[in-house]
């Protein structure tokens, strides 16, 4: 059976399968190194008992050539962070922010910009509630289609 060399990890078979796991709500892979299955059925079953034994990771399943096969959560884990809760979430926590962002510069405007705290407070504010804000539409759009 030829040997193939992936960018993402060790050398490995045409039936070979690597698992890697990540954080289900930064969707950021763990630094560990891959696991490698010579069979989908263990690699799928693996998959499923780590995510029985800790519901806050997840894990994806790769062939030889690098393709996901299968990625594997806890629905309701996901649908917690990447939802239409979270979509919803997110678009309030930023309109709140869009709002005291604005309420910080214009309370240092009427100080006569003598307040130079209410500036950067409320600039750091408009900059988080607009990504919020971002954030949450695009969940919303994403999950109207």
């Known amino acids: ?3 193939r060399t992936t960018y993402w990890g060790p050398p490995m078979t045409d039936s070979q399968f690597a698992v890697f796991h ?5 969707m950021i892979m763990s630094g560990d190194a891959p696991m490698i299955f010579d069979c989908l059925p263990d690699a799928e079953s693996h998959c499923k008992s780590k995510i029985a034994d800790t519901p806050a990771l997840g ?8 393709v996901i096969v299968r990625t594997f959560t806890d629905d309701r884990l996901f649908a917690k962070y ?3 809760p979270a979509a919803e979430r997110n678009v309030v926590i930023g309109t709140l922010c869009l709002m005291a962002g604005v ?3 214009a309370l240092d405007a ?18 988080v509630g607009t990504v919020k804000f971002s954030e949450g539409i695009a969940g919303l759009m994403d999950r109207a289609r």
Do not use: Q, S
């Open 1 to 3: 059976m030829p040997v």
């Open 22 to 26: 990540f954080d289900v709500k930064t």
């Open 82 to 84: 990447h939802g239409r």
């Open 59 to 66: 894990c994806r399943i790769y062939n030889d050539e690098g």
């Open 103 to 105: 309420c910080g510069v």
């Open 110 to 127: 009427w100080l006569e910009w003598r307040l130079t705290l209410g500036v950067l407070l409320g600039a750091r504010f408009l900059w």
